[in-house]
């Protein structure tokens, strides 16, 4: 789409094309259009002029003439050294810009803004380092899934370095296979003091906060949308979410606690829980950060260590044990299942 936009529609909001003047013009006076209509128009999509509506996709909303306004006149003061030819363009398309506010209905004070569908991976990135570039305080995250990806790293490092040297403080959130990462480990020793970590056995989606003022979560499964949430009870809730699970993290400084059972691993008690809940493989795999086949491989030790020969008494005999719930020390020696005698009898 991107791509698209720029070779038939060479321009920038300070001058729009026919087409896209009279599609963003009925998008202002209507709150909304139909996606269908920006077809021949991907320039306003590609300018965030024209967003998708979170309530419903086909539709998109536009951004309001005093935000656009607002961004020229912004990109204008910081451009005026080296354009100052642009000065009676943008003057002209603020003008135009406010007509059309002039006709619309006033939106109520931060409406609008407090939910915005970001699509596209430019876009994305875009909102991400203004955000960093806005923060002063705090940034916590929430990042699932397992070992982290040197390049998923290296993305995002150039923000937490910016941050950092402002003095920021961050926290973030892992599972515990993340604890198995060399690159993780590179990232928090090279940001010292600037970063605390912590890590569950599961974690939510990913969550990104901004001094607790914008929060930005996935709007699809690819992660080639977001939601960027600028509404006080919304990021509110976040942060309560967040909060609530640091309580229950592990510093990633300290070990794992021990399941004192003898031959039962951490990771392996965590999946066990969940196989206790009814879980498949594929879903245990994803809420713990592993591959399937890891998720297995673990599956048949716990198998083994607890003697079960089948699924079905696999799941009686980690209710035998105590492992789909708090912890008491077991003597696996007597672990017995109904209409069988102990393991040490078998």
């Given amino acids: 789409m991107a791509g698209t936009g720029t070779e038939e529609h060479p321009h920038g909001a300070d001058r729009l094309c026919e087409a896209g003047d009279r599609v963003y013009s009925r998008a202002v006076r209507r709150g909304r259009v139909p996606r269908r209509d920006a077809g021949q128009v991907p320039c306003l999509l590609d300018l965030a002029l024209l967003h998708p509506d979170p309530d419903d996709m086909d539709w998109l909303v536009p951004t309001s003439p ?8 912004r990109g204008l003061y910081e451009d005026v050294s080296a354009s100052q030819r642009r000065v009676g363009t943008a003057v002209a ?22 939910i915005r569908v970001l699509e596209g991976l430019s876009r994305i990135q875009a909102a991400m380092d203004e955000a960093t570039e806005a923060c002063t305080r705090e940034v916590l995250t ?12 290296a993305e995002g490092l150039h923000r937490a370095l910016t941050l950092r040297g402002r003095g920021v403080h961050m926290r973030d959130l892992y599972t515990h296979v993340a604890r198995h990462g060399q690159g993780l480990l590179n990232y928090l020793e090279l940001m010292g ?12 989606d990913r969550l990104i906060l901004f001094d607790r003022t914008v929060a930005f979560i996935p709007a699809n499964t690819d992660r080639t949308m977001a939601l960027e949430l600028r509404h006080p009870a919304l990021v509110g809730y976040l942060v309560t979410v967040f909060e609530r699970l640091w309580r229950l993290a592990i510093p990633l400084t300290a070990p794992l606690p021990d399941t004192r ?13 969940l196989l206790a809940e009814g879980h498949q493989d594929a879903v245990i795999a994803e809420r713990l950060g592993i591959s399937v086949r890891t998720c297995r491989a673990h599956i048949a030790r716990l198998s083994e260590t607890l003697g079960a020969a ?13 492992l789909d719930g708090p912890q008491e020390p077991v003597d696996l020696t007597q672990l017995t299942v109904p209409g069988q005698g102990s393991r040490t009898g078998r």
């Fill in 66 to 73: 005093q935000e656009v306004m607002t961004r020229l006149l």
């Fill in 93 to 114: 398309a603020y003008e135009w810009y406010a007509g059309l506010g002039g006709s619309a209905p006033a939106a109520p004070a931060g409406e609008g803004s407090a």
């Fill in 142 to 153: 929430v990042q699932p899934g397992g070992i982290r990806r040197e390049d998923e790293l």
């Fill in 193 to 204: 003091e600037a970063v605390e970590a912590r890590s569950l056995d599961e974690v939510i």
């Fill in 261 to 273: 059972i003898e031959g039962i691993s951490h990771r392996e008690q965590s999946i066990a829980a």
């Fill in 310 to 322: 089948s699924r079905t008494q696999l799941g009686v005999r980690i209710a035998q044990v105590g």
